[in-house]
């Protein structure tokens, strides 16, 4: 999608136009032994955003997706935030070390492996997988374990 805005104006001066064609260049030369001027470069950045616009527009078509991109969602997944503190330690020492392990509730008997972990500054939340119940009964884990 092209630009809309026009930077032919202070402070850019930008007078590139893809669509003269009397002006077809793709080369600036600079002067040497002179600093670059900010308005080269800006001419070099429009050079560059037309041309990778033309190639862009010339294999995708308006509108559509570009493989790779997407959101992944895993709905066997369940987020459990713990406390700061187990035991007197700061959860936060070792809280790198808990992927991969698998942790079984103390009072519901149910297990679960531990996909990933989040914190921030109030909260830590681990990202688990369910591996099986402690019973009928209980199908997750208890608040306080």
């Known amino acids: 999608m092209p630009q809309e805005t026009n930077l032919n104006v202070a402070p850019y001066f930008d007078d590139f136009d893809a669509s003269d064609s009397t002006r077809n260049y ?8 002179l600093p670059v001027q900010a308005r080269e ?8 955003q037309d041309q990778i ?3 862009g527009s010339h294999i995708f078509k308006e509108g559509s997706s570009v493989t790779g ?5 895993n709905p066997g997944y369940t987020s459990v935030r713990i406390q700061q503190f187990n035991e007197g330690i700061d959860v936060d020492s070792y809280l790198y070390k ?7 509730g103390s009072i ?5 492996k531990i996909k990933a ?4 500054s109030d909260s830590y939340i681990l990202y688990i997988s369910y591996l099986n119940t402690g019973g009928e009964d209980n199908q997750s884990f208890v608040a306080g374990e």
């Not at 808990?98 to 079984?104: P, R």
């Not at 519901?108 to 679960?112: E, P, W």
């Open 108 to 112: 519901s008997g149910v297990k679960a």
């Open 117 to 120: 972990s989040v914190t921030n």
């Open 98 to 104: 808990l992927k991969g392990e698998v942790v079984i």
């Open 26 to 33: 793709c080369k600036i030369l600079f002067k040497p032994g």
């Open 53 to 55: 616009e033309k190639f």
């Open 41 to 48: 470069l800006t001419g070099i950045q429009s050079i560059l």
């Open 69 to 73: 991109g997407g959101v992944r969602w």
